[in-house]
């Protein structure tokens, strides 16, 4: 069974930075694609950012230039940068993995607030 845990998240205030993390354990053979959803208050989640195997990443619009996904070599791991915060990127942060099935982990939450 595989299983997704994330970390890093928290309050802080807008401008400043986070990075969260997602960790997979378990029968992992491998993902082909890993990152980042989010679900705000009364809205649907949304993807933030992805990476594929081969290095390709896409962002959301609204985290385009602020935000950065990365991986380790092994693929059992996805980070997500977080710069330049603001009070909309307030939500639950989900770490997702596609390999063969989908996996899910079970969020962390990021507030930005003054």
């Known amino acids: 069974q595989v299983q997704l845990v994330e970390s890093g998240g928290g309050l802080v205030q807008p401008g400043a930075s986070l990075r969260l993390s997602c960790v997979a354990s378990?029968?992992?053979?491998?993902?082909?694609?890993m990152g980042w959803y989010r679900q705000a208050p009364g809205k649907q989640r949304e993807l933030v950012a992805v990476?594929?195997?081969?290095?390709?990443?896409n962002y959301a619009d609204s985290v385009k230039g602020r935000f950065a996904i990365s991986r380790d070599r092994a693929f059992k791991s996805v980070s997500l940068e977080m710069n330049s915060l603001k009070p909309e990127d307030t939500a639950v942060y989900y770490c997702?993995?596609?390999?063969?099935?989908?996996?899910w982990g079970q969020g962390t939450q990021v507030t930005v607030s003054s």
């Open positions: 997702y993995a596609r390999g063969g099935a989908e996996y």
């Open positions: 378990g029968r992992i053979i491998s993902f082909g694609t």
């Open positions: 990476i594929t195997g081969g290095g390709i990443t």
